[in-house]
């Protein structure tokens, strides 16, 4: 049943190795989305997919980036993980405003734990 | 801009007694509000939302929550919590477009003791 899945839940990876994080849905939505949440912090959106469309926020570093191949599937790739970047990815879905008026509640995947080592 | 606060990291109770857990709100544009859960190691569950309509808005699980547009806030309630009930909470904002792009506060631990 679960509608956002996120893989794996817990990525152990070494200080400057590329890292990826999965993201796939059932839910047919339009747009997804990559939050970062460091322990103890509230999750921070890094940026966002309408469609194909890239939306990147004004303070993700550039060592974040991420891919879209179809409507189901998003990765976060990380190009060079520091100490630092450590942290719980959450990913999430919704449908895009205008099209469907107040239903766009945002639905998340169970997060992917990631360890800089 | 947007920004949210949860004046209170950390609050403890018994169980059964009631709670609240306070956030407050800054923009210039109208928002819609929302609460979500989070149990350790977990993904974000919503738990209620304002959108528009009657300020008090409820969940399944007892919680309700009450938009108070004069004093920005968004403070979620329970009259009587359970054990189940601890986790960590986070208040968010989004602005009258997609519900995901949202803004979240620094979130309350809520613990509850027997």
């Known amino acids: 049943d679960a509608m956002v899945i996120q893989n794996p839940r817990y990525q152990v990876t070494q200080f400057g190795k590329p890292v990826t994080l999965s993201c796939s849905q059932t839910l047919n939505h339009n747009v997804m989305y990559w939050y970062q949440q460091k322990s103890s912090q509230a999750p921070k959106l890094l940026f966002h997919y309408y469609d194909k469309d890239f939306n990147n926020e004004a303070d993700t570093p550039d060592n974040f980036q991420s891919r879209r191949p179809n409507t189901s599937f998003c990765f976060l790739d990380i190009r060079s993980p520091g100490l630092g970047d450590a942290a719980m990815y959450l990913c999430?879905?919704?449908?895009?405003?205008?099209?469907?008026?107040?239903?766009?509640?945002?639905?998340f995947g169970q997060g992917t734990r990631l360890t800089v080592v | 801009a947007q920004s949210v606060t949860q004046l209170d990291s950390q609050v403890p109770v018994f169980e059964e007694a009631p709670v609240e857990l306070r956030c407050n709100y800054s923009s210039s544009v109208s928002v819609y509000l929302f609460w979500y859960v989070q149990y350790p190691n977990q993904g974000l569950q919503l738990l209620l939302k304002?959108?528009?309509?009657?300020?008090l808005v409820k969940s399944i699980n007892g919680f309700e929550a009450e938009f108070n547009k004069s004093q920005t806030s968004f403070h979620l309630r329970k009259p009587s919590v359970h054990i189940s009930d601890t986790a960590e909470y986070f208040c968010a904002v989004s602005d009258r477009g997609s519900q995901g792009n949202l803004i979240f506060g620094k979130g309350t631990k809520l613990s509850v003791k027997p």
């Open positions: 304002y959108l528009s309509g009657s300020t």
């Open positions: 999430a879905t919704s449908k895009p405003a205008g099209v469907a008026g107040l239903n766009t509640e945002a639905f």
